[in-house]
């Protein structure tokens, strides 16, 4: 009997955080409440602060309990943080260190976006149809080195003005953990893997290709190619169908991950997994592990409390839970599964709106996907 086949209990921590935060997660959460009960599953609920909210009850951005909480948790939901409220650039403690923080302390340092192109989407890009056709990408950011992490990182004034500085800081071990994940992804999809750098530039960047050409030949099925970020993100937007896998550091895999999501439709169809893949199952794969998932959107202060916020990117981002760290393959596939139906049938939230199509609210749109894991439409 495999593991879903028989009845899975886990305990989920569930960070809303700020925004839109709480409005998506509680659309995933009901979601995976039918997953549970369609399936035979009981997955305990255990609230968390973090990001703004935290910062207005407990004066940090990531309270100690969070992180217990987090710590005893077999998967943790995240919505997003942050909003204006909270912007001010002289600020020392910011939303988003509460999200960095827990990257860093759990050792999450895969991220994993996958981005498709949903059949049902492709008249709600500003793309002609045909670059779009064959589109499934996945891109393997590394979290938690980098210019985000890296010291110093500081602001001063001197004589001659303000000066800052961030420093973007990679070890050995940093790179080629991440590039493995790469390869290891590589190999069970179409066995390309593109590494973007910007080593004409950065001399981390130039450890980071040295360590990519030492690790080839350990992957002789993969095809291993390089690009430079920029080349990169023009390929992103002429030629999206030549990716399979793409890993890359930090900084540019955030923001390159922004600019693939146009390919989707909207930032509010994509999910992610931040995972710490250190260790391997017996067949190579990576073991289940805590991860953290959570929409690429932001906190959308503009959409706030008036339910237009787009839910799939955050239920695909349950999916990705039930598969990656829970091992509840068919459960994940049969979420997937009912976002699919629900676009054909023509919903619509108003970020991948179309003529003819059934215009829908948060709230409706999780209700329905949740209809159809069940089965009850």
Partial sequence: MTRSESMARAKIAVIPGDGIGPEVVAEGIKVLDRVGDHFGHCFDFAYGSVGGE???KFGTALPDETLRLCK???????????????DDPKAKVRPEQGLLELRKRLNLFANIRPVKVNTQLKDSTPFKP?????????????LTGGLYFGRPKRQWTTSRGRRAVDSMIYSEEEISRILRVGFELAKRRRKKLTS????NVLESSRLWR???????????????????????AMHLIRRPAQFDVIVTENTFGDILTDEASVLAGSVGMLPSASLNMDRSGDDGKP????GLYEPIHGSAPDLVGRDMANPIAMILSVAMMLRYSLGLDREAEAIEGAVDRVLERGYRTPDIMEEGMKAVGTVEMGSAIADHVSGTI
Wanted: glycine share 6%; with cysteine; aromatic share 4%.
């Fill in 54 to 56: 935290a910062i207005d």
């Fill in 72 to 86: 005893k948790s077999d998967a943790i939901l995240f919505g997003a943080v942050g909003g204006p409220k909270w």
């Fill in 130 to 142: 045909e670059i779009l056709d064959g589109v499934d990408l996945v891109v393997v950011r590394e």
């Fill in 196 to 199: 973007v750098d910007k080593a």
């Fill in 210 to 232: 040295q360590i990519a050409l030492e690790m080839e030949p350990q992957y002789p099925d993969v095809k291993l190619d390089h690009l430079l970020v920029d080349t990169c």
């Fill in 287 to 290: 073991a289940r592990a805590l």
